[in-house]
């Protein structure tokens, strides 16, 4: 009945040129569909993430080619390589810069948990103890198709933020 | 391949600095005593007809009951090399500085310092050149203990001007 209700409410307002939706769904169809990554490209990672966006494996299809120099103008943080502990506080750093909302994608083993040099001196073992990770992608280093995968997750966590709730705490 | 007149010359060297001279995987090492390292740099940069006067790698080791430093010299005037291995005491390791023959061991030394915590006395600019400052310890040392997973994890701050 109240659905039914709601839909003869709709039509009134479509003839009067009115439509009437969540604002954030509409932001987040916006934003799933132009991520503008910020190019933190660290060890060999950074290769594939170049070479994703280049012509064979075109990053641009989907509306993600905008690799942005500078951190304020980006909203998708890629940790694409191996994060040292000498350079952990520059991650956080640069993170801190970018505007919300912001992601960030932990682009192969190394950013994942530390990779082969988990145990070594000199590495974080896994960027999300210093920086909030939304989606790992595995691999050494992850083929493009891999980060595209990864991206595309990413889209879907942002347009489902109810279910990614839910999946995060297995409900 | 060794050829003879270097072969001769390094041997001349050897008594004069109280060295050992063997041949590994083709090339002469010269075993010295920390002391005697600047004279036999010296030497062997100058050597007649051979000299061996570009240094194109200087590294730290760990043989735990002592450290050692490895020149490794060739030339751009010849075939010839020559690797020169200094001793260094394990609790006072304490060598003169090769800077003043070769501009370019001012990061190579660098580099060992960091890494084994050999002091090169004479150096321009001795410190860590790929740890931060006020890391502690030595890593490359065999007795060298990682910190912890957990420890690691820790974000460091970041000193303006590092």
């Known amino acids: 009945m109240k659905n039914e209700k709601e839909l003869r409410d709709a039509e009134v307002m479509a003839e009067t040129n009115i439509l009437r939706a969540s604002i954030e769904k509409f932001l987040n169809w916006g934003r799933v569909h132009s991520f503008w990554p910020t190019s933190f490209g660290l060890a060999c990672c950074a290769i594939e993430m170049a070479s994703t966006g280049g012509a064979r494996y075109c990053l641009a299809r989907f509306g993600y080619e905008v690799f942005q120099a500078s ?14 502990r000498k350079m952990a506080p520059v991650a956080r750093r640069i993170y801190d810069q970018m505007p919300e909302p912001k992601w960030a994608i932990a682009m192969g ?21 210093i920086i909030p990770i ?8 992850p083929r493009p198709e891999s980060l595209i995968f990864g991206m595309l997750q990413l889209k879907q966590k942002i347009q489902n933020p109810a279910k990614a709730r839910l999946i995060k705490y297995g409900k | ?24 995987l083709g090339v002469l090492e010269l075993t010295v005593n920390h002391s005697d390292a600047i004279e036999a740099l010296n030497g062997a940069k100058n050597l007649v007809d051979v000299p061996c006067d570009f240094l194109h790698d200087l590294c730290g080791m760990d043989l735990e009951d002592h450290l050692e430093v490895v020149y490794q010299l060739s030339s751009l005037r010849g075939a010839q090399r020559l690797r020169i291995i200094a001793r260094v005491e394990r609790d006072n390791p304490v060598i003169d500085s090769a800077t003043r023959f070769w ?14 915590g050999i002091q090169f006395k004479g150096h321009p600019n001795l410190k860590r050149i790929y740890m931060w400052d006020d890391f502690e310890g030595y890593p490359m040392r065999k007795d060298y203990v990682i910190e912890s997973h957990e420890q690691r994890a820790i974000m460091r701050v970041r000193k303006e001007g590092e």
């Open chain 1, 71 to 84: 951190p304020r103008q980006a909203d998708l943080m890629i940790v694409a390589g191996t994060l040292t």
């Open chain 1, 109 to 129: 083993n190394c950013a994942c948990s530390g990779g082969p040099f988990a145990d070594s001196y000199a590495v974080v073992p896994g960027a999300d103890s």
């Open chain 1, 134 to 141: 939304d989606v790992y992608i595995p691999g050494c280093p």
């Open chain 2, 1 to 24: 391949m060794v050829s003879d007149s270097l072969r001769a010359r390094v041997g001349e060297l050897a008594a004069r600095v109280n060295g050992e001279v063997e041949e590994s």
């Open chain 2, 103 to 116: 501009k370019g061991a001012d990061f190579l030394e660098r580099e060992a310092f960091d890494m084994f």
